[in-house]
């Protein structure tokens, strides 16, 4: 069951979109639930390239953005086809975990290290994703059930950088690389990644909080 604090994230509206998912899974059936994750893994790294390289190849935006929201399907299909073939396993939800982290990684490291971005910026981004991710999974360690509480979930980061370089695109197919902010020269990327490094910092520490309260 889970506890804390209650949040707006997409990764609680899963159940919503079974009627899509569900008939995607079972197409893939052939295919092991491991093996669904590491192209989940795989097309996260992908994209994280593309996302790194589309600073110098504008064209690259697009393509990226569909590379990032065909990962999070495939990643969002790994436990569906484990239930239908009847291969739920401790170690494979480990390795789901594990490859997670690494396609957030990917996919948000490769706009963090980027033109795009600024360094700190794109810093304080992966800090406060990997700790979202980590009070998550340490509510769940504690026996306080998977915690899904927050502003800012998984599935959310995966539609927002889904988001981000579609509206980059236009922007620069209208002529504008960025946006004067007060002086300081935006760009649609580095304004997703600040919205990453300040709400999922905030979602790490309401987590945190949620897990504190659990203890009463």
């Not at 957030?104 to 794109?122: K, L, R, T």
């Not at 990453?196 to 949620?210: D, E, K, Y």
Request: net charge negative; aromatic share 12%; glycine share 10%.
């Amino acid at each position: 069951m889970e506890r804390g604090v209650d949040g707006v994230v997409l990764d609680k509206k899963r159940s919503e979109v079974d009627f899509i998912l569900d008939p995607v899974a079972r197409r893939l059936m052939f295919l092991t639930p491991n093996c669904v994750s590491l192209v989940a893994l795989v097309l996260a790294f992908l994209s994280g390239v593309m996302l790194y390289l589309s600073y110098d190849l504008y064209w690259l935006l697009l393509p990226a953005a569909g590379v990032v929201l065909v990962s999070g399907l495939f990643d969002a299909l790994d436990g569906k086809v484990a239930r239908m073939r009847g291969e739920e396993s401790t170690r494979g939800d480990f390795l789901d975990h594990v490859f997670d982290q690494y396609a957030d990684m990917f996919m948000i490291g490769g706009v963090a290290v980027s033109g795009w971005c600024n360094p700190y910026v794109g810093m304080m981004a992966l800090i406060g994703v990997l700790l979202t991710s980590y009070m998550g999974t340490q509510a769940q360690a504690i026996g306080a059930g998977r915690l899904y509480a927050g502003l800012l979930g998984r599935a959310d980061r995966v539609v927002l950088l889904t988001l981000a370089p579609i509206h980059q695109a236009i922007l620069m197919m209208i002529g504008y690389g960025t946006l004067d902010v007060f002086g300081y020269p935006l760009s649609v990327m580095e304004a997703f990644m600040w919205w990453f490094a300040v709400i999922a910092n905030l979602t790490a520490v309401q987590r945190a909080w949620g897990i504190w309260r659990s203890f009463d």
